[in-house]
């Protein structure tokens, strides 16, 4: 049995405006919220800096966390947002290197690094992603691409007790196709090989179509230290539930 906590992420991605978010954290129970559980949510950046004073004045255990963040600290990138800006408005942590980014802006573990870098200067926690698409799976070349997008991404890394690592099989992610427990365990045990001896102990989370109804049996795996959830985190009743999964 590992002694790492459990971690429960929600990924809000691009839902939720404010009147969505006040709804969803009046309809959570935390007082039923077991202690042995980490609680994190991935929200919008317009909606940060209100769902980290309601955390703060409601004494709510959940961290904030962004989805995303550029590279440079400040500077002439019309549109974007910086680590310290995240950090300002009260994020302490940001998700960096989801597959959509990966897909739809077109990132690169080179780039997450950067990101990364930036992210731990400015004093954020990492929720670092990885993944194989299905054919990559399909041809059995799933392990090596996904701990050779971390060799790129964590490369000289050294800042472990700031670092998760949630490995999402692109395949699974929004299908309702999820990974069984094996194949889960499979890939998280081969992260946690991977990784410098100093990490051993970082939380390594599965994402992709994780719900209430097969969270229990994916947690239960010894490597697959929590989850990071997407439409399953959305509804605050399913929420509650994956976190007393
Ligand atoms: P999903 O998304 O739970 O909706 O599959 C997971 C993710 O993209 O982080």
Known sequence: MSNIKTVIAGNWKMNKTLPDVEHFLDHLQPTE????????????????????????????????????????SSGAYTGEVSADMLSSVGASMVILGHSERRQYFGETDEIIHQKIQASLEAGLKVIYCCGEKKEEREKGEYLDVVLNQIDVAL????????????????????T??????????????????????EGSQIPILYGGSM??????????????????????????????LLIQA
Not at 155 to 174: Q, T
Not at 212 to 237: H, Q
């Open 155 to 174: 490369k000289g890394f050294d800042s472990w007790d700031r670092l998760m690592i949630a490995y999402e099989p692109v395949w699974a992610i929004g």
């Open 33 to 72: 919220w077991p202690d042995d559980k980490e609680v994190i949510i991935g929200c919008p950046f317009p909606m940060l800096h209100f769902l980290a004073k309601k955390v703060d004045q409601l004494n709510l255990p959940i961290t904030v966390a962004a989805q995303n963040c550029h590279q440079e």
């Open 176 to 197: 309702g196709l999820v990974a069984s427990p094996e194949q889960a365990e499979e890939m998280h045990a081969a992260i946690r090989q991977n990784i410098s001896h």
């Open 211 to 240: 719900k209430p109804a097969n969270a229990a049996e994916l947690l239960n795996k010894e490597n697959v230290n929590g989850g990071l959830i997407g439409g399953a985190s959305l509804d605050p009743e399913s929420f509650q």
